[in-house]
C-alpha cells in the first residue's frame, strides 16, 4: 500500500505537516486529560498554539515551491509557459490545502479538550 498521488504530487513539506499533525494531536490529547488543579486551563491555552503548526508547514511549503516554479518557468519554452505555470500553481497548493485541513482537526479536538475542562 502505498501513499495517494496526491500526497506525493505535495512534495516533502507533507512529511512535515504529517509529522506535526501526529506531534500537535498528542500534545492537545495529553492537555485535555491533564487538566486538573490550578494548570487547568494554562495547558490548553498552550496546546492552542500548536493548532496552527501544520497550517504553517503548508504555508511554507507552498511558498517554497512557489519560489522553486518561479525559477523554473523562465528556462521553459514560450509556448509552453502559462500552461506549465498554471498545472505547477496547482501542485503548489497541495501543502497549503493539507495543512489547513489538518489545522481544521485540530482544532475541533482542541475544542472538544477545551469543553472537558471547562466543567
Same mark, same amino acid.
Given at each position: 500500500?502505498?501513499?495517494? #498521488?496526491?500526497?506525493?504530487?505535495?512534495? #516533502?513539506?507533507?512529511?512535515? @505537516? *504529517?509529522?506535526?499533525?501526529? *506531534?500537535?494531536?498528542?500534545?492537545?490529547?495529553?492537555?485535555?486529560?491533564?487538566? !486538573?488543579?490550578?494548570?487547568? @486551563?494554562?495547558?490548553? =491555552?498552550? $496546546?492552542?498554539?500548536?493548532?496552527?503548526?501544520?497550517?504553517?508547514? %503548508?504555508?511554507?511549503?507552498?511558498?517554497? $515551491?512557489?519560489? #522553486?516554479?518561479?525559477?523554473?518557468?523562465?528556462?521553459?519554452?514560450?509556448?509552453? =509557459? #502559462?500552461?506549465?505555470?498554471?498545472?505547477? /500553481?496547482?501542485?503548489? !497548493? @497541495?501543502?497549503?490545502?493539507?495543512? %489547513? $485541513? %489538518?489545522?481544521?482537526?485540530?482544532?475541533? /479536538?482542541?475544542?472538544? %479538550?477545551? =469543553?472537558?475542562? =471547562? !466543567?
Amino acid at each position: 500500500m502505498g501513499f495517494p #498521488q496526491w500526497f506525493i504530487d505535495g512534495g #516533502q513539506f507533507m512529511y512535515l @505537516i *504529517v509529522m506535526a499533525l501526529f *506531534v500537535s494531536t498528542g500534545i492537545i490529547i495529553a492537555a485535555a486529560v491533564s487538566c !486538573r488543579g490550578s494548570t487547568k @486551563i494554562t495547558f490548553m =491555552k498552550i $496546546a492552542f498554539g500548536f493548532i496552527f503548526l501544520p497550517a504553517i508547514f %503548508g504555508a511554507l511549503g507552498h511558498y517554497i $515551491a512557489y519560489v #522553486q516554479i518561479l525559477s523554473a518557468v523562465p528556462m521553459v519554452d514560450p509556448s509552453m =509557459k #502559462q500552461e506549465i505555470y498554471d498545472i505547477s /500553481i496547482q501542485y503548489a !497548493r @497541495i501543502p497549503s490545502f493539507f495543512g %489547513g $485541513a %489538518g489545522s481544521l482537526f485540530l482544532l475541533f /479536538i482542541w475544542m472538544i %479538550g477545551y =469543553k472537558l475542562c =471547562k !466543567r
